[in-house]
């Protein structure tokens, strides 16, 4: 079960990266995909939009894939506490 949640974490993550990634092309973010993947990881993105931009660089995804890393430690141990390995 820990692997399985570890997995589905490690794809969020990916997911976020691509997203922020497709920021470089311009109307990538106006395709199905770009509309999929806005769908998935704006509502967590739009929890970091409070970081203000740096050099007109936003930090917020690099934040909140530092934040979901504790997050799925989080998961990860009440798992293991429920003996749900």
């Known amino acids: 079960?820990?692997?399985l949640v570890d997995r589905i974490f490690n794809l969020y993550s990916t997911l976020?990266?691509?997203?922020?990634?497709m920021s470089w092309f311009p109307g990538a973010y106006q395709t199905k995909l770009g509309q999929w993947l806005g769908k998935i990881?704006?509502?967590y993105?739009?929890?970091f939009?409070?970081?203000p931009p740096i050099a007109g660089?936003?930090?917020a995804p690099v934040?909140?894939?530092i934040v979901l890393q504790p997050v799925e430690w989080g998961v990860d141990f009440i798992l293991g506490l429920l003996?749900?390995?």
Request: avoid cysteine; charge should be negative; proline fraction near 4%.
């Open 63 to 65: 934040v909140a894939l």
């Open 57 to 59: 660089l936003s930090f």
């Open 83 to 85: 003996g749900l390995y």
């Open 1 to 3: 079960m820990i692997f």
């Open 41 to 43: 990881v704006e509502p």
């Open 45 to 47: 993105l739009s929890l």
């Open 16 to 21: 976020i990266l691509i997203y922020v990634l």
């Open 49 to 51: 939009n409070f970081i």
